[in-house]
């Protein structure tokens, strides 16, 4: 069972920057893709960025330039870089491991969820 642990949320200013992490632990494979979400009251679940194992990075458009996904596979941790943070990216943040189907941007390409870590952004 793959458990992951998001971390790094928190209240921060218009303009300001935050990092995310998620601490995966119990692979029985490495193979895994791995995204970051995000969802606010009465939204649906909403996909920022996805990496591969392989290296390769995707991000939905509202989000590329503001916001970094990296991971680092020797401590299987997957993190999340914004910058430029805004009023609207107050949400709920959560990481998520799957075995690289669809177009990683959608919250059923994936099988994991941590339980999420809250991004407050005042202006």
């Known amino acids: 069972q793959v458990r992951l642990v998001e971390s790094g949320g928190g209240s921060v200013q218009a303009g300001g920057s935050l990092k995310l992490s998620c601490a995966a632990s119990?692979?029985?494979?490495?193979?895994?893709?791995m995204g970051w979400f995000r969802q606010a009251p009465g939204n649906e679940r909403e996909g920022i960025a996805a990496?591969?194992?392989?290296?390769?990075?995707v991000y939905s458009g509202a989000m590329k330039g503001r916001f970094t996904i990296s991971r680092d596979n020797a401590n299987a941790t997957l993190y999340l870089q914004m910058n430029s943070l805004k009023p609207d990216d107050t949400a709920m943040y959560y990481c998520a491991a799957g075995g690289c189907r669809g177009n990683l941007l959608g919250a059923r390409d994936y099988d994991y969820w941590g339980q999420g870590t809250q991004v407050t952004v005042s202006s």
């Open positions: 990496i591969h194992f392989a290296g390769s990075t």
């Open positions: 119990g692979y029985t494979r490495a193979r895994y893709c």
